[in-house]
């Protein structure tokens, strides 16, 4: 399973940005899906975390801003929808997915200017 993201770039604050991850390499369909960023600290922070059970989780630097969502059931593709966006969302953006293993991707470069 190999994860791809993208979508990341420049931004201004108060944009809007849309990542998008796809999985390639597995046929079956990935219920368990995250994005995390990793800013200047070179900490990972959840961003959303969502199993399909009918809510999705959320950091809370990122609620109410941030939305994430699936692609067509027959694709294994998210997105996180990410607006309002400031200085501070910068970073590289991860995707996530849970599929017997855990899997990462090779992350996205999302840059904010005041």
């Known amino acids: 399973v190999q994860l791809q993201a993208y979508g990341g770039g420049p931004a201004q604050a108060g944009g809007s940005l849309r990542l998008s991850c796809e999985a390639t390499?597995?046929?079956?369909?990935?219920?368990?899906w995250g994005w995390y960023r990793q800013g200047p600290g070179n900490t990972r922070e959840l961003i959303s975390l969502?199993?399909?059970?009918?809510?999705?989780?959320y950091g809370n630097s990122v609620k109410g801003r941030f939305t994430f969502s699936r692609g067509d059931e027959n694709t294994n593709r998210v997105y996180l929808e990410m607006n309002n966006l400031k200085p501070e969302d910068s970073g590289v953006y991860y995707c996530?997915?849970?599929?017997?293993?855990?899997?990462w991707g090779q992350g996205t470069l999302v840059t904010v200017s005041s």
């Open positions: 996530y997915a849970s599929y017997i293993g855990d899997y």
């Open positions: 969502d199993d399909s059970s009918g809510s999705t989780q």
């Open positions: 390499g597995i046929r079956s369909r990935i219920y368990k």
